[in-house]
């Protein structure tokens, strides 16, 4: 059984996704997206963790049997060569996704499993860039810290 993404920044709708995946099967192995691929589709800034650590961090997973890293744009080479009996992919992406035709044409049937809503890298991503934002913008002159400039030691 296999399913494919980036898993860039893995989190807890990743580790729900793929535990539900490996509950399909016996078997589960994970196509990773290479930084190429990513970068191909996602943009210059992505992705944020290099394709080593994402390989890492999921074959530590217990539900992640075998993690493979592609390097084209979409899994349908890889499918192609592993043939598996069930593809898992996420219902955003419906039945008639890239991969079916694939799996399908050599004997396998597609799984999908909802998104998991507020569970995503996208929105995580957007919560660090605003908490970044918000510890680069300067707090407000306390009136501590008037005193300091004017000389006072202390205020009481």
């Known amino acids: 059984m296999t399913t494919n993404g980036?898993?860039?920044?893995l989190h807890a709708g990743h580790a729900k996704y793929l535990?539900?995946?490996?509950?399909?099967?016996?078997?589960?192995?994970v196509g990773l997206n290479s930084d190429r691929s990513v970068h191909s589709y996602?943009?210059?800034?992505?992705?944020?963790?290099?394709?080593?650590h994402r390989a890492?961090?999921?074959?530590?997973?217990?539900c992640v049997d075998f993690v493979t890293i592609f390097h084209e744009r979409?899994?349908?080479?890889?499918?192609?060569?592993?043939r598996p009996d069930v593809h898992v992919n996420g219902s955003e992406y419906g039945a008639n996704c890239i991969e079916s035709g694939v799996v399908k044409h050599h004997g396998g049937r597609l799984h999908l499993i909802p998104k998991f809503f507020g569970l995503s890298t996208s929105r995580l991503l957007g919560r660090i860039?605003?908490?970044g934002e918000a510890e680069a913008t300067p707090p407000p002159?306390?009136?501590?810290?008037l005193t300091r400039r004017l000389g006072a030691s202390s205020i009481r």
Do not use: H, N, W, Y
Request: proline content about 10%; charged content about 30%.
């Open 6 to 9: 980036s898993f860039d920044l």
């Open 19 to 29: 535990q539900l995946a490996r509950a399909e099967g016996d078997v589960l192995i």
């Open 42 to 52: 996602k943009g210059p800034t992505r992705p944020i963790v290099p394709q080593r």
């Open 56 to 62: 890492a961090m999921l074959a530590a997973l217990e």
């Open 74 to 82: 979409d899994p349908r080479r890889l499918l192609s060569i592993i």
């Open 129 to 131: 860039r605003a908490a």
């Open 141 to 145: 002159p306390t009136r501590r810290g």
